[in-house]
């Protein structure tokens, strides 16, 4: 009887383990190279989320594992994307800071029966792509759009456009383009560069031969933005003022000390601010600060790796910790929270993030640190740009 009672504790502690199992989620991003502070925020807005919510859900306990993409390069996102889910067998792919790295991965997702949760790239189609593809995020329609109005709101009246050539470069153009030409304003230029760009003094000449009034500008966040901006001031185009306009992506907190006073008074719109003034926004940034290590390396990917999370934790709660992608992803549609950057929702035929663009203004804060300064918001915007895509 002794046996038996032991045998059958044994069976239901056996049955409980089997019921507990470890869900794993593949980030891809880019962890070292000129890019790497865009990885160490993904990690941070993930980790804040995990200390401030648990590891576990249920039974269940999530595990995160980082594969690096220094640069853009689709062939190997794809190949890291194949390896998380055949040989480390993870139920979600999320990360993804360049929109041709999230694109390769799309074709694999059906039979991967995996989810992928944009936590960057920011390319409108992206979404269309596959239906098992959720954003938390921004694209640059959503972001780029609203600029148009306040350009034209100034009085002014010719830009000249200045993106990289890629797919979000491309996406910003047409959407300040189609913004700003519904307003009545002129597009007297549009310069598309190659992504790997560093040299902007041939660009800026160009922005002052051109006779407009503004220039549009998007660069991916990092080197690139640093150094335009820079360029922007010390070619006197701010002193000519010629008035820069742009997304978020060229003022992004981690450089605003760096580039210092030539900033100041920069125009940008964009889906979140460090400064932003909430409960739940000071509540992140100490938790991400504390990720970190260095409060003041902390940017805009982390709130998209945190809500990235957040979306995530609700697809295992919903799937009960099975793997089952349709499900996962049938569950956080129309699903709303209170973020960091403020009221936001998963819109349920596009799965792309409904969220408020703020116009923000670089200024000095109390304390004499450097922010981009909320000074308007534009509540609820979805992505114009999916509309483009049809």
Known sequence: MRQL???????????????????????????????????????????????TNGATIGDNTVEIIYRDLPAADPAKSKALAQELVVKEKVQYLAGFYFTPDAMAVTPILKQANTPLVIMNAATSAIVTKSPLVVRTSFTLWQTAMPMAKVAFDKGIKKVISVVSDYGPGVDAENAFKAGFEKQGGEIVEAIRMPLATNDFSPIMQRIKDSGAEGVFAFLPSGPPTLGFVKSYSENGLKAAGIQLFATGDLTQESDLPALGEAALGILTTYHYAVSHDSPENKAFVAAAGKALGNPAELTFPAVGAYDGMHVIYKMIEATGGKQDAEKAVEAVKGLSWMSPRGPVSIDPESRHITENIYLREVAKDADGKYINKEIQTFEKQGDPGLAATK
């Open 5 to 51: 009672v032991l045998a059958a504790a044994a069976a239901i502690i056996m049955g409980t383990a089997a019921c507990a199992d470890t869900i794993k989620v593949g980030v891809v991003g880019p962890f070292s190279g000129p890019f790497a502070l865009q990885g160490k925020n993904f990690k941070a807005g993930i980790d804040a989320y995990m200390a």
